[in-house]
């Protein structure tokens, strides 16, 4: 494994049509390929973008597409996963209780920093003291997880590039198929928001941390840009630090890129945030991402082509 960062991945600001798949939870990851079904349904094809940009969540939903069809995904996305007993209104609770606490605790970090580089040392030196604390064993029951979502083993043969952070020093990373690295490892570090994933002698945390939830600058460079981003291109960063989606979409679009966004209807903001990782949402969400898509699909139809 190259032991630098891979700030500037090899496969980068070559080529027409930039894909950009943001992050949010295991709800964001179902819209996502709800989105990106609605449009292929419609006859909008977003998966042959010359560039695929994946962070957390996005990182997964840029592989799954990259090795099934979106049908095949959306069809999938929309069985509800087992459930052994329905689940008391105490237990739902309970549930949702380690979200808002990992919110909480994010957010102390993100008001304690000076800066971004500050806040992501920050964040790693958080996650490298979960790591000191747990017993070791989720790394491996975390990559099984990972590697079960994908369709392929393989990098794919586009170009996608996958976002992390060193959590030793904070630096921004970026994996692509170049890397030296297993591509289930690179999607296993990108969606690491608790404790660091290691890989090698160096360890990573989640990909949204390097800029926000999309890492839309990487796409800097290409023609057309379109961001999906279930989190409505929200930040918790403060806005000063020029982080959040609007910043990013500025620069590209200052850079000469056309840029569309998609966002999550209002009347599914629910099913994210706090929400994020309840699997049993996941069926919802991917029917409000296919409507999303299809509703949108005609007005992008010049942009894309």
Not at 186 to 195: D, V
Not at 208 to 234: C, H, I, K, Q, T
Request: aromatic share 6%; proline share 6%; with cysteine.
């Amino acid at each position: 494994m190259n032991h630098t960062p891979l700030s500037t991945p090899s496969d980068a600001r070559q080529g027409e049509r930039a894909l950009v798949l943001g992050g949010g939870g295991s709800t964001g990851n179902a819209w996502l390929i709800g989105v990106i079904a609605g449009l292929f349904d419609a006859g909008l094809e977003v998966t042959t973008a010359d560039l695929t940009v994946g962070t957390s969540a996005g990182s997964t939903a840029a592989a799954q597409v990259a090795g099934a069809t979106p049908p095949e995904l959306f069809a999938a996305t929309l069985v509800a996963p087992p459930q052994r007993t329905a689940p008391s209104a105490d237990a739902r609770r309970a549930r949702a209780k380690p979200v808002v606490n990992h919110r909480e605790r994010v957010q102390k970090i993100i008001d304690s920093a000076d800066d971004v580089a500050d806040m992501r040392r920050r964040m790693g030196a958080a996650a490298l003291d979960m790591e000191a604390a747990s017993d070791g064993s989720w790394q491996a029951q975390w990559r099984t997880t990972v590697a079960s979502r994908l369709p392929s083993q393989r990098w794919p043969e586009r170009s996608v590039l996958i976002t992390a952070v060193d959590a030793e020093t904070g630096d921004p990373v970026v994996f692509d198929r170049h890397s030296g690295v297993d591509v289930a490892d690179a999607i296993a570090a990108s969606c690491s928001s608790g404790p660091p994933y290691r890989i090698g002698d160096r360890r990573f945390i989640d990909g949204g941390y390097r800029s926000n939830a999309e890492n839309a600058d990487l796409a800097a460079g290409y023609a057309r840009v379109l961001v999906l981003s279930p989190f409505g291109g929200r930040t918790l960063l403060p806005l000063e630090w020029g982080m959040h989606l609007a910043a990013q979409v500025n620069e590209l679009r200052a850079g000469g890129s056309r840029v569309e966004t998609i966002f999550p209807e209002s009347s599914s903001e629910h099913l994210f945030g706090t929400n994020a990782m309840d699997v049993s949402l996941r069926p919802a969400a991917a029917q409000a991402g296919y409507d999303r898509g299809s509703a949108v699909a005609g007005q992008l139809t010049e942009f894309w082509r």
